[in-house]
């Protein structure tokens, strides 16, 4: 087991297991140094703000980060290839009134600085959408770069 | 007429006309080895679940595609200078309560599978949004790796 | 003070104060050339469309885009490194049948050409959503290419 994957245990975590993308496309796509990640939406389901409250919506992005870095290890085989996490964009299927999409993501970011330190902070974008796919609450997708 | 577009005529397709972006952007952006496509609509217009159903979202989907390959044929000058389809981002207009997005933009990555052969396997977002320009039923940008 | 800066000021604006990520991320990360800049929202709030007129959402995008620029300047020193806009997504808090966000982002592109002339011009999406963080009215984000 790699550095990162020892550092989720201390965390008290641990990877999932593995889904496939659900169509006729990569979980990942190596670009050069960059790895594009698919989006991925949570287990959980329902609108933030009227079907989950703002915990179960931080917790929602968290377990849905943890899918992605499983999509991630499937793919490049080891999690210590990862050199920093450049860009995650979040969208958080979100009630009519509710504003507070940032500290939704912020259960993804929190965890990424985490697990990665400095190497995991990262651009970000927080949006809201009236639906996901599956109804979820939450779907985040990432790019990464990769140690040459 | 190139490899690419040769197996278009193969698939019993042909690019469409180019249509110009409609303000002041570019219809595509090179940035190194890599291929920034803007976001363009479907023709089909509508909210998808409602107004539209899934095979007629499919299909909005895979013709918005083709109408991307004319605005980057338009750009580069010819479509076998793609090396591989890096990563498509999709946002589906969606009715309240419909929530197959992924089948939606299907539409467009079986399509790019189909042309391209495994370089048009990509990484992939498919999210629902309440409105898209003009109110189209589909809108779809994507990023590209070109040869050097 | 820079070429773009002094640009600026011609053109009768000058940089906002530079206002941080509200949580733990990054406003900008930089990936090799290029710069992944953080999603930011405007200072005006509410739905384009019921809320807010077409110029007023204009008048948002641009300046949120004034408050990008901020951002970047905060953490590469100096405007004058940008090389050229790669891509820029808008996102727009739409009400149920408000379609012109491709209008609504040209508040941003017009003063990214007017500001970096031909290295100005990129390829851009823009998207209707329900809601955005704060409920704010318009949101972008960016990926720009840096001299090396």
Request: with cysteine; charged share 25%.
């Amino acid at each position: 087991m790699g550095k990162v994957e020892d550092r989720l245990q201390e965390m008290g975590e641990a990877l999932p297991p593995y889904k496939a993308p659900v169509a006729n496309y990569l979980g990942c796509k190596r670009s050069g140094d960059l790895l594009f990640v698919s989006g991925r939406v949570s287990e959980a389901r329902g609108a933030v703000g009227s079907d989950l409250d703002l915990p179960a919506a931080q917790d929602a992005a968290r377990s849905a980060m943890l899918d992605l870095l499983a999509i991630v290890k499937d793919s490049i085989g080891d999690l210590d290839l990862i050199e920093s996490v450049e860009k995650v964009q979040g969208f958080v299927r979100s009630a009519p009134t509710f504003t507070q999409q940032p500290q939704v993501i912020n259960g993804a970011s929190d965890f990424l600085v985490e697990l990665f330190g400095e190497a995991g902070r990262h651009a970000r974008t927080a949006t809201g959408v009236n639906q996901l796919p599956y109804g979820a609450a939450v779907q985040l997708e990432m790019i990464l770069r990769l140690r040459n």
